[in-house]
């Protein structure tokens, strides 16, 4: 049988977040510090320059570039 209640939403929770914003003004690209792979990143999608800001977006960890643990 077919259970067709929804089931509420969880929150799911937010932070201010720092990213990395295009600076050209026809393009809308923007990615998490994070998430960067250089310390001046260029927009993936236009090659404009890319400035600092912050947004609030749900919380993410990066776990690529975290060091590795050797016991």
């Known amino acids: 049988m077919y259970n067709s209640r ?6 799911t929770p937010e932070e201010i977040t720092t990213i990395w914003s295009c600076t050209s003004e026809t393009c809308k690209g ?12 260029t927009c993936s999608l236009c090659g404009s320059v890319m400035e600092k800001s912050e947004k ?3 919380i ?10 050797n016991s």
Request: glycine share 0%; no cysteine.
């Open 56 to 58: 609030k977006l749900v």
């Open 30 to 41: 923007w990615m998490r510090d994070n998430f960067a792979f250089s310390t001046q990143p």
């Open 60 to 69: 993410l960890v990066n776990n690529s570039f975290a060091p590795s643990k």
């Open 6 to 11: 929804k089931k509420p939403m969880e929150e």
